[in-house]
């Protein structure tokens, strides 16, 4: 499976994560890819590119929420966004916190791509916004003073 349909899939668990949460988002993703996908998740999709994701969603939904909130304008709640476009947010900063190999520019632009695939019309914009903000803080924490 192409990481592309690996981001896809994993971004619809996500969301029916929201719905379902007494399913693990694992068993959801294995739900979702065969009723859904061409291709079924492999052995080595689940070791490269779901488990560390899979694990850090888990873990840290209320954290990576946290950054997003962080980010919003000072007159926005996270509570006033698409779910959808939380779960696009959520797998990207999971991708740039715990897959370092894969490039800002590509997480980002598959995120903008997703969004503009299933999301508003406005999502796009503001999900590229968040992304890029999130990174500049990343590099401002990460630069020594």
């Known amino acids: 499976m192409k990481r ?9 668990s996500v969301f029916a994560h929201f719905f379902q949460k007494d399913l ?8 979702i890819s065969q009723s859904f996908s061409k291709e079924k998740v492999t052995e080595i999709d689940q070791k490269k590119y779901f488990a560390p994701l899979v694990t ?11 950054i997003i909130s962080k980010h919003l304008k000072k007159t926005w709640k996270i509570e006033r966004l698409p779910l959808l476009d939380i779960a696009i947010l959520e797998v990207a900063i999971a991708e740039i916190n715990y897959l370092p190999e894969i490039p800002f520019d590509v997480t980002v632009n598959e995120a903008v791509d997703l969004t503009k ?3 508003t ?25």
Do not use: C, M, W
């Open 4 to 12: 592309k349909e690996q981001r896809d899939l994993l971004i619809k």
């Open 24 to 31: 693990s988002l694992n068993s959801i993703i294995v739900n």
């Open 56 to 66: 850090q969603l888990d873990h840290n939904e209320l954290s990576f929420q946290a």
């Open 117 to 119: 695939k299933y999301s």
């Open 121 to 145: 019309e406005k999502s796009p914009s503001f999900v590229n916004g968040i992304l890029v903000s999130i990174n500049r803080d990343l590099k401002e924490s990460n630069t020594p003073s």
